[in-house]
């Protein structure tokens, strides 16, 4: 089964950051939309962050506009979501998605992915 692999997740204080990677050599981001999204206990899954792996263009949920930031590194087909000013509320378990690109970031939360990771651990404590 292909899934991109997420890392980085830990335990942090509010006010704190993380940065959480995602990487597959199965294939290349560079045709592929990427997507962070989390999923807190008892929530629905929600969309945080994305990129295209084609021009670089990202979308952000209001929720973490100006305090995430997701880029990708190319050289190392990896996808970053630098997390700074973390609050209790941002808590989840945070997996990466990738699927064909469709030049639309901005319909990024509302479109399907092939494929997904099992997710990276976000604590933070108030």
């Known amino acids: 089964e292909v899934q991109p692999v997420e890392s980085g997740g830990g335990l942090v204080q509010a006010g704190g950051s993380l940065r959480l990677s995602c990487t597959t050599s199965?294939?290349?981001?560079?045709?592929?939309?990427i997507a962070w999204f989390r999923q807190a206990p008892g929530k629905e899954r929600q969309g945080v962050a994305c990129i295209s792996g084609v021009d670089e263009s990202t979308y952000y949920d209001d929720s973490v506009k100006g305090r995430f930031t997701i880029s990708i590194d190319k050289p190392k087909n990896t996808v970053y979501l630098q997390m700074n000013s973390l609050k209790p509320e941002d808590a989840a378990v945070y997996s990466c998605?990738?699927?064909?690109?469709?030049?639309?970031?901005?319909?990024?939360?509302?479109?399907?992915?092939?494929?997904w990771g099992r997710g990276t651990q976000v604590s933070v404590s108030s």
């Open positions: 998605a990738a699927g064909g690109t469709l030049q639309k970031v901005q319909l990024c939360f509302r479109r399907g992915y092939d494929y």
């Open positions: 199965e294939f290349t981001f560079d045709t592929y939309d």
